[in-house]
T-cell receptor, first 111, second 115 residues
Framework: KQEVTQIPAALSVPEGENLVLNCSFT??????LQWFRQDPGKGLTSLLL?????REQTSGRLNASLDKSSGRSTLYIAASQPGDSATYLC??????????FGTGTSLTVIP | GAVVSQHPSRVICKSGTSVKIECRSL??????MFWYRQFPKKSLMLMAT?????????EQGVEKDKFLINHASLTLSTLTVTSAHPEDSSFYIC???????????FGQGTRLTVV
């Protein structure tokens, strides 16, 4: 069964710093990988979707990379802002069409 | 992104009662619906998968008679928590899917509290 791990579990940085969130998965047979943001008590907001044939995707200050063979993805956030504070989840879509979610990284950006 | 409406966002019910949660895909046809459950400070756990017009497939450990899923149309699916107990208190999120390799979208979630 696919297992998805996110490191670190929590991260606190001062405003303006660049940061990297890590996601690893055990089964490289995936359709795609998606990064989400979740604010406390709220649903999920999709940030970036990377298809299995792609290496990276960019949206504004966010850049996500995918190395399928090694089972890794990173989410790079440039020039962090207090509004970026949230929990970030990565999820891989397996051959069974379902998503397997990581445990999340709780990010706090200090003004 | 796609518009997904999940209702209610928050519900408090008495132990023993049933609660229905609705999930609507407003601008696309959801051939598949995923229902997830999230415990505090934990990640999402898939409960069941349903295809429009078919019976839902439940993950191991999820009671199908307790969590009734109906996916009668391409734009609406419902999750009914029957005879709710305090241990059913959780955050429930739906995710309609239009097809393979498509982006996943999620409802806003429903916070269920059983007292």
């Amino acid at each position: 069964k696919q297992e998805v791990t996110q490191i670190p579990a929590a991260l606190s940085v001062p405003e303006g710093e660049n940061l990297v969130l890590n996601c690893s998965f055990t089964d490289s047979a995936i359709y795609n990988l998606q990064w989400f943001r979740q604010d406390p008590g709220k649903g999920l907001t999709s940030l970036l979707l990377i298809q299995s044939s792609q290496r990276e995707q960019t949206s504004g200050r966010l850049n996500a990379s995918l190395d399928k063979s090694s089972g890794r993805s990173t989410l790079y956030i440039a020039a962090s802002q207090p509004g970026d504070s949230a929990t970030y989840l990565c999820a891989v879509r397996g051959t069974g069409n379902q998503f397997y979610f990581g445990t999340g990284t709780s990010l706090t950006v200090i003004p | 992104g796609a518009v997904v409406s999940q209702h209610p966002s928050r519900v408090i019910c008495k132990s023993g009662t049933s609660v229905k949660i609705e999930c609507r895909s407003l601008d696309f046809q959801a051939t598949t619906m995923f229902w997830y459950r999230q415990f505090p400070k934990k990640s999402l756990m898939l409960m069941a998968t349903s295809n429009e017009g078919s019976k839902a497939t439940y993950e191991q450990g999820v009671e199908k008679d307790k969590f009734l899923i109906n996916h009668a149309s391409l734009t609406l699916s419902t999750l009914t928590v029957t005879s709710a107990h305090p241990e059913d208190s959780s955050f429930y999120i739906c995710s309609p899917r239009g097809g393979e390799n498509t982006e996943a979208f999620f409802g806003q979630g429903t916070r269920l509290t059983v007292v």
